[in-house]
């Protein structure tokens, strides 16, 4: 009895400071946009999940301020070279769409999943019409591939996710930045458990 007490403390110190790290800020990382694939393969979809999407339409999206990664980084208290690293990734194309929920998804648990991305350093291709969701308690992030299959990494992904974070989730609302460039995605937060955003770009 003793022993199963103790063990399970020790998992639960483990467990915790684990959730420690990740809550940490990471760094923004240096990457490239999302790459179009193209060639012979076979995408299979995923089974047994039921995800609602909401259509959204486009005339409610905004252009990405110029200075939106430049108050992104700041506020992280990172150097200027992270600034300039990110405005390299926020495209002149690039759009964006806060909405108000209720509940809104929480800012901690949001970064825990932007953190828990940059930190695994990992190359993704992304069918067409497929998504990536990552969940934490209150909040579920979300990286969408449009129109056809792209090859990107899940570093692009949290930085992505850091601007929504900062745009959106840091002043109580769900956020969605879209590209309507070639290879057109999405990436943002919801709320966990509702139905993602989806527009039409093609």
Wanted: net charge negative; glycine share 6%; charged share 20%.
């Amino acid at each position: 009895m003793k022993l199963s007490v103790l063990l399970s403390f020790a998992v639960g110190i483990v467990a915790a400071l684990e959730s420690d790290k990740l809550s940490q800020l990471q760094p923004l990382k240096r990457t490239a946009r999302p790459s179009e694939l193209t060639g012979d393969f076979t995408a299979h979809p995923a089974r047994g999940i039921a995800l609602t999407t909401r259509q959204e339409s486009r005339a409610a999206l905004q252009r990405v301020p110029v200075d939106a990664a430049e108050s992104v980084v700041r506020r992280r208290g990172e150097s200027l070279t992270a600034v300039r690293q990110m405005r390299r990734q926020v495209s002149a194309s690039d759009f964006y769409e806060c909405s108000t929920t209720s509940p809104a998804p929480n800012d901690a648990d949001c970064q825990v999943i932007a953190n828990s991305l940059k930190a695994s350093s990992e190359d993704i291709v992304v069918a067409q019409n497929a998504c990536l969701t990552f969940s934490f308690a209150t909040c579920q992030g979300f990286f969408c591939s449009l129109c056809g299959t792209l090859q990107t990494s899940t570093d692009f992904i949290g930085n992505q996710l850091d601007l929504v974070e900062g745009l959106c989730v840091a002043n109580g609302q769900s956020g969605t930045i879209v590209s309507d460039q070639s290879p057109q995605w999405d990436a943002g937060f919801v709320v966990t458990g509702s139905g993602l955003p989806s527009y039409d770009v093609c």
